[in-house]
Each structure stands twice: as C-alpha cells, then as structure tokens.
C-alpha cells in the first residue's frame, strides 16, 4: 500500500537505475544490450560545476566512441561554457537545454540517428536531468554528485530531491 502510494507520487522522478559515478558504470552491458548513444549532463555529473573536461573524461568518451557509442551532452549552461568541454570530449551539445523539458533531449537523439529507445541518459540531479530523461522515454541512469560546493539553486533542489531518493530507496527493497 505504501509502495504504490509513493510510485504514484514519486515515479516520475524515479531513475531506472543509480550508480555511483559514470566513470564505474558498464558501459558494455548496455552497448549489449542494444543501447547506441549516451546523453549526459556535465556540471556535477562529470566534472566539478565550472571545470573543464579532464583527462579522465576525456578518456572516458573516447572508450564510449571506440564501443560504438554516440554521445551528447545537454546542459542548461550557456554555450561558452559546453561548447569548449564537448569539443574537448568531441561530442555533439545542446546547451541552455531547458532541462527537464523533454525537447531537447529527443533532439539530441533525433541529431544522433537513434530512437529514444537506443539512448541511455546519465546525470546528477532529479529534477532537471533524470525527470526530464523520463519524460523523452529514455533510460536514466543517476549518478552521485562529484563534488560539495553547488550554486544555491541547486543547494535548495538537493533539500527537495532527498525525500523522493528515500521513497525510490523503498521502493527498489
């Protein structure tokens, strides 16, 4: 009873699946599994919030392009910021995405010649990345934030988010 009362609430916001970084996720299990691309948030997903692709992340897109995998990155940062770390990564952008409008996220994968089906979603936050990845009908995959140090908008969304994470945490028992 309980259970379905949270789902009915909280679902939505659910992730198909938490990890504990995207540098630890098996990336072969989903190529198998049929997966073509990856979207995945930057600022807190991948790096820092402000930091530039590191050799880590670039490694890690290179291991992704080498599988087979088409990537993108989605961000509702503006452009002088994205544009500089995907070049970096060499994958296609959408920047000042309006995350969790589902728009851009189906773009992403109409420019990379996948059906959403195809595309695994990989970000830090509940309600930009994940919602709106549930909302295009992608598999979302969230991932521990990286470091502490947030802008306060996202401060006051990590307050909102912890409930619903307890809820899923239920759920998934």
């Known amino acids: 009873m309980l259970k379905d009362l949270l789902i009915k609430l909280f679902a939505r916001?659910?992730?198909?699946?938490?990890?504990?970084?995207?540098?630890?996720?098996?990336?072969k299990s989903y190529y198998q599994a049929g997966f073509r691309a990856i979207i995945m948030d930057i600022d807190n997903t991948l790096v820092p919030h402000g930091a530039q692709a590191d050799e880590r992340t670039i490694?890690?897109?290179?291991?992704?392009?080498?599988?087979?995998?088409?990537?993108?990155?989605i961000?509702?940062?503006?452009?002088?910021?994205?544009?500089?770390?995907?070049?970096?990564?060499?994958?296609?952008?959408?920047?000042?995405?309006?995350?969790?409008?589902?728009?851009?996220?189906?773009?992403?994968?109409?420019?990379?010649?996948?059906?959403?089906?195809?595309?695994?979603?990989?970000?830090?936050?509940?309600?930009?990345?994940?919602?709106?990845?549930?909302?295009a009908g992608m598999y979302s995959i969230l991932v521990e934030k990286i470091a502490p140090q947030e802008e306060i908008q996202i401060v006051l969304k990590r307050y909102l988010e912890a409930p619903v994470l307890k809820a899923y945490e239920y759920v998934k028992k």
């Open 13 to 27: 916001f659910f992730p198909k699946e938490r990890a504990k970084s995207p540098y630890m996720i098996n990336y």
């Open 59 to 73: 490694e890690l897109f290179d291991k992704l392009h080498n599988m087979g995998f088409k990537t993108c990155l």
């Open 75 to 135: 961000s509702n940062n503006k452009k002088k910021r994205v544009a500089p770390f995907a070049k970096a990564v060499n994958s296609s952008f959408t920047c000042k995405a309006g995350k969790p409008e589902p728009g851009n996220y189906i773009r992403a994968a109409k420019h990379m010649g996948v059906r959403i089906n195809e595309v695994l979603f990989i970000g830090d936050q509940l309600f930009t990345d994940i919602w709106g990845a549930n909302r």
